[in-house]
Every structure is written in C-alpha cells, then in structure tokens.
C-alpha cells in the first residue's frame, strides 16, 4: 500500500504548483482520492477528494475556486492544482485515499508521506 506524492515547492504568493500522487497496492483500489493538508501547529484540514463516479469537492472556505482535483485512473494518478497561492497555503500536502466515499473531513485510511508547499508573501 504505496501513495507517493510529490510537487511541493517553495512559490511566491500569486504563483502556482500542481502536486501528483501516485497509487499503488491497495491504496489505489480505493473509492475515493483525496488531500489533506496540515499547517504548523494547526489541525489538518481537507482540501479535496474525488471519487470513482468523478463527485469531486473541495473546500470551499479555503481553497474555493484556486484548486483543482482531478486524477488519471490510467496512470493511477491524481493531481492537486494550486493557482493564485497564498501564505496560508503553507503546509505539508499529503495525499489519501479511501474505500468509502470522503467529500469532506480527514478520516482518511491511507495516507502518503506528504510534500512540503510553502508561500512567500
């Protein structure tokens, strides 16, 4: 059960980032794919998950309308967009996934390893 991540960066605010994980073993035989990120010395937080029938969701009080969820079910892939980023956006991305359908919350049962993305104001 693998789920490989990769992408993070250092960016200035404004700037832009496409994170990718990579499912393999049971992991990628899962319902839903998703991230979670987790700030320093916050809670984590869900960013965004996407599901077999292709329900994606993603927060809508942080993230609305600058990240995109999408995945390549041929490649086992999924992909976090990150545009018009801000200083808040520093965390530690990790990718998850799920057997049962996850649009929101962190109770996830796989997790990556997760990739560091930090915004320079």
């Known amino acids: 059960v693998q789920l490989q991540a990769s992408g993070g960066g250092l960016v200035q605010a404004g700037g832009s980032l496409r994170l990718a994980c990579t499912f393999s073993?049971?992991?990628?035989?899962?319902?839903?794919w998703g991230w979670v990120r987790q700030a320093p010395g916050k809670e984590r937080e869900f960013v965004a998950a996407?599901?077999?029938?292709?329900?994606?969701?993603t927060n809508q009080r942080s993230v609305k309308d600058r990240f995109t969820i999408s995945r390549d079910n041929a490649k086992n892939t999924l992909y976090l967009q990150m545009n018009n980023l801000k200083p808040e956006d520093t965390a530690v991305y990790y990718c998850?996934?799920?057997?049962?359908?996850?649009?929101?919350?962190?109770?996830?049962?796989?997790w990556g390893q997760g990739t560091q993305v930090t915004v320079s104001s």
């Open positions: 998850v996934s799920d057997p049962g359908i996850r649009t929101a919350g962190t109770k996830f049962t796989y």
């Open positions: 073993g049971r992991s990628g035989l899962t319902y839903t």
């Open positions: 996407d599901t077999l029938t292709g329900l994606r969701t």
